[in-house]
């Protein structure tokens, strides 16, 4: 990886830990293990943790387990390298045993990949439902494990009605339990009860972070999302194409900022509650190609949809944060303009690495 | 007023007719014409669509590079469309040549119960910053709410609109209501509609469709196509304006279009025959009827049987191999009877 | 003299279909014996039908098969073609050999009915795709007769129930690797290969056609040598059956067989799962044979 990238995620982790070092203090020497660890948010966690203990001197030791963990030296070939991260090769739902210096968990395996969701449903519901329980089995047994992250998802509220503006964590919706298109969250609202089960008959500290979405660094383009659409179509000259209704409302939030509040719930939430992971702050599909064409060094045509009259399904998906920013005092730092600039940025300088 | 975008596949669909014999000629006038009325898509090919060329579905007499380029010279404003079959076609030799040569509107198409095999195909299309629609075709053969599951699935891989094709020319107006309906109400994406003419529906079947929804309809200059050929284009374009839905397409040139085909393209003009009327009650690919009509005549069987038994193995398209299979039982249970 | 056939001792690297019912195959084969049935999660089907059948299993993967390496002889790779990748060289250096069940194109290409023979000496033999297993022999044949014919194309038609995820997210590799088989193997100039999955209920065999243009075909003895394949392959798959001989229909010639499957773990309709499995079995079982015979010799040099 170039000198570039890296010097762009230092900077990232640098912005974040700058004014905030305390929050994470209870982080030194201890040994995390993350599950789905060479994914977005693993490698993520992993960059920052990394930069603690490079910067800080933190004497934070990370395992990644994924069952991928042999692509980890071609993603992120400067972490692999390194002696504070260790990967562990193994399927999430065949776990028999942690290392027994694991005394913080954050659980993040699970495919995140909807077309996987469409074609392969059972498969996604085996990785979330037999994989944390697999994974709370061994979790239960360790001598020294302090805190649990479940890492689930904000779909497991179910379609956000659209007079809504934000999702608080008490919203008690959910999506329909009999169809394969409810997948993940079904599977995710499965993994959340199995957590608190252990919660409850084992004692073990476990919080909840229901992520929302992300932009930025290490996330991969192929998934068919809006965002990343606009930015491929982007990067290439465009038009940036919207499809599907102008006014379906997202938000983004950027992964430096995900990751330091992924360690701030670790470390600081409330054993027994759910935290909203996400941007508040919502940008409909419009505003959201407006700024990726702004960030274009020629400003890109935005055209619509061919068929503008067919019927198209507006969506909501923002979360409430308050919950975190309110008792973990958590802050964006990152808004959307900027996440979208610097990932445009990352983007480009991939292309250029090539 | 709302608007119906008609997509035209004389030059793909078309292509079965006549053996998927189209030439240079004939491509760059017809497209020429279409690109002079305003066509919004123009789709080329092979019937089966590119890469399909071979001896079970028929041998092109161009290259897929040849049609698309000639095609792709020829127009402008009109957008350049393909069908692609994943299992005849693949990314690596057909679909990254067709984007490069400058195709604009990649349709994948799969058996209506199967769009999991169109997931690489529309992901790499959409990758490649293309216009992508996934295709269910067959699509009387599946359960309406099994058509919203599988439309769902192509919809998670990037498609921008799921087009239902009654390639047996097999549905009732109400059967298309239901099902696009459906499909309109449980998707964030388009929807559009392919008709076959076989029970003589195609025109009625397209309207219900747009009644219900749909916003894409596929059209061919005098209803070009195999059996009883699809829905006629004029005809459409003209009931649509009449209707008061928006085409953006000049009457009098796609006029000119369908004549120009007719007198160089078409061998015959599409009718309901027979043998249309039994492959459409039986539920069998228009595209098998050439096929059928040659072998029941080697084999000395009545080509109706041949249908309804085809129908009744529930066959599809790619699987023309079988009529010689169907063909010989039958000459063998004539020789004993 | 002692004359006990020793088994050869095989592993299986990958616990889904393939290599559960290559298991299946291998418990009943007078030449084989499985000392290690390995995949990465225990919770998987495959994994405990091995331990009902009193194999040794793991979820260490190819990890198992490392430690272990001297409780085997031969493994059979059914997981990916990426994972084969990674794993040929590791049983390279272990002086182990390698069926691989996986689209990876890296081995030599292995069809019994045609190269049997010039297999047994390979490291790492690669079993091509169902199709190709269906359709090379017959290519071959055609070949023989007509070494002019310079486009053979192959229709294969399978259940859609016996296509799993990884066959459907793997069309295009299918294609070709059968069309590089049938090119190879027939010396053919152009292929084309083709695969149709049917979703009609009751799931139909896998069925494949092969068809070519050849000037003036001499169907006698196209016919004559396919009915010799034919009777070599169902040797070793019992249920691979002529149901359309070699026929001139138009221009083009025609021939169509049909794969019923053994039934051993999935239902019988997935003949294209059966066929891939036979061929590898009957190369494995070949191995184990030639190493009897070295062994005979060695015990009794005089005899031969």
Redesign the interface.
């Known amino acids: 990886m170039n000198a570039n990238l890296l010097e762009m995620i230092h900077r990232d982790c640098h912005e974040v830990t700058a004014a905030s070092l305390p929050t994470l203090a209870p982080l030194k020497g201890e040994c995390l293990l993350i599950t789905g660890g060479t994914g977005f948010m693993g490698t993520w966690l992993a960059e920052l943790i990394a930069f603690l203990n490079d910067t800080y001197n933190f004497n934070s030791k990370i395992l990644l387990l994924s069952d991928r963990a042999y692509s980890f030296s071609a993603k992120a070939p400067h972490l692999a390298v390194r002696k504070d991260i260790s990967l562990i090769d193994r399927d999430i739902c065949s776990i028999v045993g942690i290392p027994s210096e694991v005394s913080l968990i954050i659980h993040a395996a699970a495919t995140p990949d909807s077309r996987l969701h469409a074609s392969e449903p059972l498969r996604v519901a085996q990785v979330i439902t037999n994989g944390t329980a697999s994974l709370l089995a061994s979790a239960s047994r360790l001598p020294r494990l302090k805190r649990f992250l479940n890492i689930s998802s904000g779909l497991i509220y179910g379609p956000q009605p659209l007079d809504l503006e934000r999702i608080e964590e008490s919203f008690c919706g959910g999506p329909n339990c009999s169809s394969p298109s409810s997948t993940y969250a079904e599977a995710k609202r499965y993994a959340e009860l199995l957590c608190s089960i252990y919660r409850n008959e084992y004692k073990m500290e476990i919080i909840t972070a229901r992520p929302f979405a992300f932009i930025g660094p290490y996330q991969l383009l192929d998934r068919p999302w809006a965002i990343n659409n606009f930015i491929r179509d982007g990067l290439t000259g465009g038009p940036i194409r919207i499809l599907g209704d102008r006014e379906t409302l997202r938000s983004y939030m950027y992964p430096s900022d995900m990751a330091f509040w992924l360690l701030a719930m670790l470390l600081h939430g409330v054993p027994g509650f759910s935290y909203n992971l996400g941007n508040p702050n919502g940008v409909t599909l419009g505003q959201i190609a407006e700024k990726v064409a702004n960030c274009c060094p020629v400003r890109p045509e935005i055209s619509a949809n061919l068929a503008e009259n067919a019927k198209i399904h507006r969506s909501s998906l923002v979360p409430d944060v308050s919950l975190a920013q309110k008792t973990l005092g958590l802050k964006l730092l990152v808004d959307t303009d900027e996440a979208v600039r610097r990932t445009m940025l990352w983007n480009r300088a991939q292309v250029s690495n090539c | 007023m709302t608007r119906v975008v008609i997509s035209d596949p004389t030059l793909r669909d078309g292509s079965h007719a006549i053996r998927h014999q189209l030439t240079t000629a004939q491509i760059s006038s017809y497209c020429a014409a279409a690109e002079e009325s305003g066509m919004p898509i123009v789709e080329v090919g092979h019937g089966n669509g590119i890469g399909a060329s071979s001896l079970q579905l028929g041998e092109s007499l161009l290259s897929d590079r040849e049609m698309l380029q000639t095609a792709r010279g020829k127009l402008l404003n009109s957008k350049l469309g393909i069908h692609i079959i994943p299992g005849f076609a693949t990314i690596k030799r057909d679909l990254s040549m067709a984007i490069d040569c400058g195709v604009d509107v990649i349709r994948v198409g799969c058996h209506a119960t199967e769009a999991d095999i169109t997931c690489r195909h529309i992901s790499y299309a959409r990758q490649r910053g293309r216009e992508v629609y996934g295709v269910l075709m067959m699509s009387h053969m599946a359960a309406p709410d099994k058509l919203l599951e599988e439309s769902r699935k192509m919809e998670s891989y990037g498609a921008e609109a799921v087009i239902l094709m009654d390639s047996a020319g097999a549905f009732l107006p109400n059967d298309v209501k239901q099902r696009i309906s459906l499909l309109n109400e449980g998707l964030g994406i388009s929807v559009g509609f392919h008709a076959h003419n076989n029970l003589g529906l195609a025109i009625a079947n397209s309207i219900a469709a747009v009644e219900s929804g749909a916003s894409i309809i596929d059209g061919t200059a005098r209803g070009f196509g195999a059996g009883a050929g699809n829905a006629q284009l004029e005809v459409l374009v003209a009931v649509f304006e009449k209707l008061n839905y928006s085409t953006g397409i000049d009457l009098y040139k796609v006029m000119d279009a369908a004549e120009y085909a007719e007198k160089e393209i078409l061998e015959v003009i599409p009718f309901v025959k027979s043998t249309s009327i039994v492959s459409g009650l039986a539920g069998v690919f228009s595209g098998f009827a050439i096929h059928v009509n040659r072998v029941a005549s080697q084999y000395g069987v009545d080509p109706r049987d041949i249908f309804f038994e085809l129908g009744r193995r529930k066959v599809v398209a790619g699987q023309e191999d079988l009529i010689i299979e169907v063909a010989t039982e039958l000459a063998g249970e004539k020789d004993k009877g | 003299m002692n004359c006990q056939i020793d088994k050869l001792r095989v592993a299986i690297l990958g616990s889904g279909n393939i290599g559960t019912d290559l298991l299946v195959k291998i418990m009943r084969s007078p030449y084989l014996v499985c000392t290690l049935f390995s995949g ?4 998987s089907p495959g994994i405990a039908k091995a331990m009902s059948l009193g194999v040794p299993v793991s ?1 260490q993967s190819v ?1 198992a098969l490392e430690r272990d390496c001297h409780k085997f002889d031969l493994v059979f790779d059914a997981t990916s073609a990426v994972d084969h990748q ?1 794993h040929a060289p590791i049983f390279k250096q272990l002086g182990k050999r390698i069926i691989d069940m996986t689209p990876s194109q890296i081995g030599e290409m292995c069809i019994p009915a045609v190269n049997l023979q010039g297999c047994v000496s390979c490291d790492n033999v690669n079993m091509v795709t169902c199709g190709g297993q269906a359709s090379v022999p017959l290519a071959y044949c055609l070949a023989q007769v007509h070494p002019d014919a310079d ?1 053979i ?1 192959v ?1 294969s ?1 399978i259940s ?1 129930r016996s296509a799993g ?1 990884a066959t ?2 793997n ?2 590799e299918y ?2 690797t059968t069309e590089k088989a049938i090119s190879q193997f027939s010396g053919c100039k152009r292929s ?1 290969a ?7 209920i009751p799931c139909i065999n896998m ?1 494949t ?1 092969l ?3 050849v000037k003036e075909p001499d169907l006698a003895r196209i016919r004559t040598a396919v009915e010799d394949t034919v009777s070599k392959i169902q040797k070793y798959v019992p249920g691979y059956q002529l ?2 001989p070699p ?1 001139i ?2 221009e ?1 010639l ?1 021939i ?1 067989v049909k794969v019923q499957g053994q039934g051993d773990y999935l239902p019988s309709y997935a003949g294209n799962l059966d066929i891939i499995n036979c061929a590898a079995i009957a190369i494995a079982e070949e191995y184990s044979k030639r190493i009897q015979q070295k062994r005979v010799r060695r015990h009794d040099p005089g005899g031969d």
Request: overall charge positive; cysteine-free; hydrophobic content about 40%.
């Open positions: 990465r999660n225990l919770g979820d990890a990674r486009y194309e229709i038609s859609a995820p459907r997210r069309l295009d294609i070709e084309k083709i695969l149709n999955l049917n979703p009609a069925q056609t068809l070519a243009k149901i359309v026929t229909e138009g083009r025609v169509m």
